[in-house]
């Protein structure tokens, strides 16, 4: 009996000492490491920077009234279309057009105006000449030669006052044709009216009326256009410098998570908000659809392109190399926390059936919470998230969860 209890206790042995060394191994997190595959360009997309931001129109416009009265007629609703030029919206303007009509009929006076004293010079410049001809005969008087004279540099002058007046009488039909066009509201360009901010019968101005806010001034309506939409975003001064003009980016709406956007950086403005420590960026979306719409939140992540052929600082091994013949080097990321450093040596630790191994590495850039390895991890790896103190290599580890 002795025999076989030692026998069954012999073979169990190793299972239960297995056992229990598992049980005691350490538990850590894992992740593993992923590759970037090339576009079919021949170019890798690496993400660089996230911010939040807003959709905006790229031209858009307030527009407003350029002398104020009573509202008369609207020719929009949210969603209209318009054209450059198109009148949106009529002021009240009777009394403009009897002003008008009054500045025109005075030309038409003035002209009537012209002839006469036309014709009135005309028969003093005949006399005049009939006065020098019996001047010449003695038979009139100096007297009467020296009246003619006046009277024609009279008419002469005359003539050049009524010319004058109907260039006045003119110049006010020009004043009072503008002011009655200045009644009219005309599409500044192409676009849509995304918000309507007055109705037929209110009182506007240029400068606003009491209630409105001080931004929108006098303005009717807003006019965006929509073939041109990009974000407004902004980016700590911090990481400004990882930013470069023409830079692409990827777009999401918060509206929309399924959707991505093809974007690319337009602008970095030139002055920075020193009170928030940020610069405003603007990014083109482009390829917007009838899903992207103004004012709505959107995320950017702006991304790093690597042309075909590029390989870092060359450091890389022929591990896990694209085989397409074009001598591409794979680009591997792994989280920022798999990586730990010992003696100025970077080392990820790797887990294989349970076993942990120290891997040293040959790192690159940062990409948000990942960083590229250029040698010494293939991609589908597990490695070993935040290590925990005193872990030894070949040692046994349990996965969280697992």
Known sequence: MLI?????????????????????????????????????????????????????????SDVGVKSGGRLARLKFEEGTRVRKGDVIAEIEHADIEAQLEAAR????????????VIAARDEDARNLERQRA????????????????????VSAARVKSADAAIASSRARVRVMEEALENTNVRAPFDGVVIKKRAEVGETVSPFGV???ATREGGA???????????????????????????MPAEVKLQAYQDQTYSGRL???????????????VRVTILDADAHVKPEMTASVTFQERRARGQTGDGAGTDQGRSGDGGG?????????RTVAEQNGQSFVWVVARGIVSRRPVTLGSERLDQIEVRSGVAPGETLVLNPPPGLTDRALVRIKGS
Do not use: C, M
């Open 220 to 246: 009717i309506a807003t006019i965006a256009d929509l073939g041109e939409l990009e974000v407004q975003t902004e980016v700590s001064e911090n990481s400004v410098a990882k930013l470069v003009a023409a």
């Open 134 to 153: 019996l001047a010449k005969d003695g038979i009139t008087t100096a007297a009467a030669l020296t009246g003619a004279e006046s009277a024609a540099a």
């Open 266 to 280: 337009r602008q970095i403005f030139p002055s920075a908000d020193r009170a928030k420590s940020i610069v405003e």
């Open 328 to 336: 591409t080097q794979p680009i591997v990321l792994v989280p920022r």
């Open 105 to 116: 009929r005075g030309v038409a006076e003035a002209e009537a105006q012209l002839a006469q």
């Open 210 to 212: 009491a209630g409105q």
């Open 4 to 60: 076989v209890l030692a026998g069954a206790g012999a073979a169990v042995y190793p299972t239960a000492r297995a056992y229990i060394n598992e049980r005691r191994a350490p538990e850590v997190e894992v992740a593993h490491a992923t590759q970037v595959v090339a576009t079919a360009g021949g170019s890798t997309a690496l993400p660089v920077l996230v911010a939040t931001g807003y959709v905006v129109a790229r031209h858009s």
